[in-house]
């Protein structure tokens, strides 16, 4: 069992792997710069879907569609498997509460990226849906389960916090120490710039549709959790939120530039 832990994680470490997971995180920041896009241009009362499923489809919608979804697809597995490698086999040598933290992390982003491969995959098969709609109905399915109530007010709960953990990364720059940072300089400044700004709206987009479920289940309107796309138009709707909105969306493009470049400058 040993010698065969050790093969797999000597495979997981290998460079071409990595070169591909590195790959994910550029398809990551594609991801976001799409979804700020489409943000912006709902906020200018242009029409879309602001979350993964509509960044996907402008990508189905270029020339080189099929291409670039299963190049991406591809890429976004690397990452989840590097990730995966991480949250099994890393970190031995810290404390127990850093290491716990770090198999957590990692694992949470390996789903996350295997979440962005389903999608991908789903909608270069043509079988792609609304994530919006697709929350909506998990929100329903679930509330109809016992403690399904309960479950999703810890789940909207947890993405709300995700949110907030992701502000204070901004904040507090703790993004850079899992980068090799440029030297002193006009680039490692727009690295910074671009890490802060993206953390804190990506973390107010968690936030938003972290409460968005909360309220929908406190209140039985299950169909109302819709989601990112859900939470940036409703925020549309409020006082100032045309100006909200597209500052989310310059956030958010700035997140897909800063992952586009950590796909160059991450640790592995």
Known sequence: MREAADTAEEVTNS??????????????G????????IAIRLAMGGQGKADVSGAVQELASQPAGPILLWSSFAACVALAIWQTSD???????????????????????????AAFAVTLASFAIGTG??????????????????????LLIAIGAAVAITGIVYGIR???????????????GTMRT????????????????????????????????????????????????????????????????????FQMVRAKLARM
């Open 170 to 184: 901004g904040i507090r720059k703790s993004f850079e120490k899992h980068l090799r940072m440029p030297p002193p």
């Open 87 to 113: 949250a099994i086999f890393d970190y031995s040598h810290l404390p127990k509460r850093d290491k716990v933290l770090r198999k957590l992390k990692a694992a949470g982003q390996a789903v996350v990226f």
């Open 129 to 150: 849906k609304d994530n919006s709609q697709s929350t909506s109905d998990f929100t329903i399915a679930l509330m109809k389960a016992p403690g399904g109530v309960a």
């Open 30 to 37: 594609i991801l976001h710069f799409l979804v700020g896009s």
């Open 190 to 257: 727009a690295v910074t710039v671009l890490g802060v700004v993206g953390y804190i709206a990506k973390g107010f987009a968690l936030l938003l549709v972290g409460l968005l479920i909360v309220i929908a289940t406190v209140q039985s309107h299950p169909e109302e959790s819709t989601g990112l796309d859900g939470g940036l138009k409703a925020l549309r709707d409020q006082p100032f939120g045309l100006y909200l909105l597209a500052a989310v969306g310059i956030g958010l493009i700035c997140y897909g530039v």
């Open 15 to 28: 460079r071409p792997l990595e070169i591909m997971a590195r790959a994910g995180f550029a398809v990551s």
